[in-house]
């Protein structure tokens, strides 16, 4: 069961940002007209002008001290927190944009890439480092910009290696793209094609390559493609779905989603300032006629069921699924445990869901149950 007082979410009402509860009490004194959760622990809030960084400590205290760098992710298992920092004139800025900083000069840097640990000391990484990816197992793939001449201007033509946390080099940028370690291993692209290696930099022996890899939600499972067909890898490259031309939805709970519906390849990569946030390289185009296939594969055998239905990724058993326009919960079977009724609905996350309804957000239950009327503007899912 699900202890409603461990959780909290971000909201916005109106232009203000507050951190709440399942009850929709408050937790902090201050409001903020921004607000956004980098981790389990960090935070970062705007007042006015003023940018401000909070790290949760016992019973939602909260320690609030200046910005000297923006936090962009947590990663709670290695202790540190991934930011920016910017020169003072910089943080007097109200834009809240993800679109790049604007270099007049870019073979000069104008912010450094860091990590913040719990004690509070701030590591600046190389100069040079110019893309940063999350860090998993102590190590982060970081980028380098072939154009030595112009070194922190934003670019597709990058070199990538590994960075261990206190910014020295464990394997030196070589590679065209590089994904984060998942037990020791890591995808890694050379000229067309990704293969694996290890945390010395080595390939591991395999009898394939891909033309893309790109890890599902938890970094164990990745989608990978050749030509027009899709399959399925775990981490160690073994096979979990072989290639076909249904495109690879998630996989998740034992349950794998798949879809013959037609793609749209993404143009643009996404990030936050230098902070690489990964996303998916297409996106499906939602067409009614197109079917969506639900499988799960027990003692060798795989029991598949069609659905007319959109559906993504299962968490705990229950997914968000669309009909008609109208949002609702799906079980595993197959079958609807929340009926389509919403506009927008949130993944369901520690027993709760935010839904939108009449141009408002609320959260409901798994019984369909309001726990928070629907008043706010913005919502995002209750998080431990």
């Not at 009850?23 to 960090?42: E, P, R, T």
């Not at 995808?187 to 893309?212: A, N, P, R």
Request: glycine share 6%; hydrophobic share 35%; with cysteine.
């Amino acid at each position: 069961m699900v202890s409603f007082g461990q959780l909290r979410a971000v909201v916005r009402k109106d232009t203000v940002y507050h951190l709440i509860t399942p009850k929709g009490k408050h937790l902090l004194d201050s409001s903020f007209s921004y607000l956004s959760n980098a981790g389990s622990s960090y935070f970062a809030a705007r007042s006015t002008r003023t940018y401000w960084i909070f790290k949760e400590e016992k019973k939602f205290k909260a320690v609030l001290f200046p910005a000297k760098f923006t936090p962009i992710t947590s990663c709670e298992s290695e202790g540190v927190c991934i930011g920016l920092k910017f020169p003072q004139a910089m943080l007097g800025s109200t834009s809240t944009s993800t679109q790049p900083v604007k270099r007049l000069d870019p073979s000069r840097r104008t912010e450094v890439l860091g990590v913040l640990t719990k004690q509070g000391e701030f590591i600046a990484f190389r100069d040079e480092v110019c893309r940063l990816a999350e860090f998993t197992e102590a190590k982060a793939a970081f980028a380098i910009n072939k154009d030595t001449a112009f070194p922190y201007k934003y670019s597709t033509a990058l070199l990538w290696g590994y960075l261990r946390l206190d910014g020295t080099v464990l394997i030196p940028a070589q590679f065209d793209h590089a994904l984060p370690f998942y037990q020791g291993k890591a995808w890694v692209k050379s000229s067309t094609d990704y293969f694996l290696i290890d945390s010395t930099g080595k390939k591991c022996s395999q009898e394939y390559s891909f033309d893309y890899v790109e890890p599902l939600p938890g970094g164990q499972y990745f989608r990978v493609q050749k030509k027009n067909k899709f399959g399925l890898v775990d981490h160690q490259g073994n096979w979990l779905k072989p290639m076909s031309k249904r495109y690879v939805v998630s996989f998740s709970d034992e349950l794998l989603v798949s879809t013959s519906a037609p793609l749209v390849e993404n143009k643009k990569e996404s990030f936050l300032s230098s902070v690489l946030l990964l996303e998916s390289k297409y996106s499906i185009r939602n067409t009614r006629s197109y079917k969506y296939f639900l499988e799960r594969t027990t003692d060798g055998k795989t029991v598949q069921k069609k659905l007319q239905y959109i559906i993504g990724e299962f968490s705990q058993g229950y997914c968000v699924a669309s009909e008609n326009g109208k949002y609702g919960l799906l079980q595993s079977n197959g079958e609807w445990k929340i009926k389509p009724q919403y506009e927008q609905m949130l993944p369901f996350q520690e027993g709760l869901m935010a839904v939108w309804v009449d141009g408002k957000w609320g959260y409901i239950n798994i019984q369909n149950e309001w726990v928070i009327k629907p008043v706010f503007d913005e919502a995002f899912s209750f998080f431990k």
